[in-house]
């Protein structure tokens, strides 16, 4: 009962402190802009998709602070871990970056569509399956979003959905359908008022 209580302690403080860098990073360091943007499209694989047990397709609508209007031209950068839970980190000249990125630019309807695969725990610190996304809207500065959770994760508790019900956005947690042999789930991203 110890061990339990401590392993929850550590991933609630872990969703916590998740929230927290989400929110305070520099935009103008941020690996968004690592790709031009007149080389984006509303789709995008990451590298290694391929070769990955665990291939999903991520697909979804951004819409407008309002929820109803769809929102054009809004880019999307991801990263995650590889699929045993490991950030395969890579140089280039100075610059390290996370080898498993990706990057989309809405069409007209707001869609997007990321073929990537599904990252695993490190269970070593009871890191949960994330992909951790950042939005650049035309004309505002880049910010982070609720990483995206998966439904049947083991290490997402009963009390860790709860407290993202409470807190946070509940649909960050991805549901996965299978079809034809590819994990789908959907997603829409509804941008920030401010």
């Known amino acids: 009962m110890k061990n339990l209580i401590r392993n929850f302690s550590i991933l609630c403080f872990f969703l916590f402190v998740n929230t927290l860098l989400a929110q305070d990073f520099d935009a103008a360091t941020s690996p968004l802009f690592d790709r031009a943007e007149a080389q984006l499209s509303n789709s995008d694989t990451i590298p290694d998709y391929r070769s990955q047990t665990n291939k999903l397709k991520l697909t979804g609508v951004v819409y407008q602070s309002d929820g109803v209007t769809p929102a054009k031209d809004v880019i999307i950068y991801i990263e995650q871990a590889d699929e ?11 610059e390290r970056y996370v080898f498993h990125r990706s990057w989309v630019k809405t069409d007209e309807e707001g869609r997007y569509t990321f073929y990537t695969f599904v990252p695993g725990n490190d269970r070593r610190y009871n890191q949960l399956q994330q992909i951790y996304p950042l939005v650049k809207e035309p004309s505002k500065d880049v910010y982070a979003i609720d990483t995206f959770l998966f439904d049947e994760d083991p290490l997402l508790t009963k009390s860790c959905r709860k407290r993202i019900s409470k807190k946070g956005d509940p649909n960050r ?12 789930a959907q997603h829409n991203i509804v941008l920030s008022a401010s």
Not at 84 to 94: A, I, T
Request: proline share 0%; hydrophobic share 35%.
């Open 173 to 184: 947690i991805l549901k996965l359908e299978n079809k034809d042999g590819l994990l789908v």
């Open 84 to 94: 045993n839970g490991n950030f395969d980190l890579r140089k280039e000249g100075d």
